[in-house]
């Protein structure tokens, strides 16, 4: 008798967790959360930018004294760092592969923090290096668009 309702038990389990997974109600992943919010796709489309090279693209999701921390160095307006650093993270971004091994995005009313880590793998004269990366930054919706606020690497 244990055995059958163990089985029944079993089956039972079996059937909802393949009926819920087909009907697209996976579990969420905790490493990566809030990547569908407005302000997660700032995020994307700054890195794409980053990544690509599209200065124009990249500053115009910047606010004007948005504050960016790196390397123990401060930039303190969007003009500050397209017209120096900039160009410089587009060019390191583009040496390195970059894997993202989490991004967790928090909305709060008009403020939102978005955290990762990412895996950042180079290799230069022959020599691969392994590192992590981790950001946060902060987007914030200033009248009704949201652009990122702070951003600070390590």
Not at 23 to 50: C, M, W, Y
Not at 69 to 85: F, I, K, T, W
Not at 119 to 142: H, L, P, Q
Request: charged residues 20%.
């Amino acid at each position: 008798m244990k055995t059958t309702h163990r089985t029944l038990l079993s089956m039972s389990l079996i059937i909802i967790t393949t009926i819920s997974l087909s009907h697209g109600n996976k579990p969420e992943n905790p490493l990566f959360t809030g990547l569908d919010s407005k302000a997660a796709k700032i995020v994307t489309q700054f890195r794409k930018a980053l990544m690509t090279g599209d200065v124009k693209l990249a500053n115009s999701l910047l606010s004007k004294d948005v504050l960016i921390y790196e390397s123990g160095n401060a930039e303190r307006s969007s003009l500050e760092y397209v017209s120096g650093h900039m160009l410089a993270d587009m060019k390191y971004l583009s040496s390195i592969q970059s894997e993202q091994i989490e991004h967790q995005v928090k909305v709060s009313g008009d403020v939102a923090i978005s955290t990762s880590q990412s895996k950042i793998t180079k290799t230069d004269a022959g020599k691969t290096s392994e590192r992590i990366s981790m950001e946060t930054i902060v987007i914030t919706k200033i009248d009704g668009k949201w652009l990122i606020t702070h951003i600070h690497w390590s």
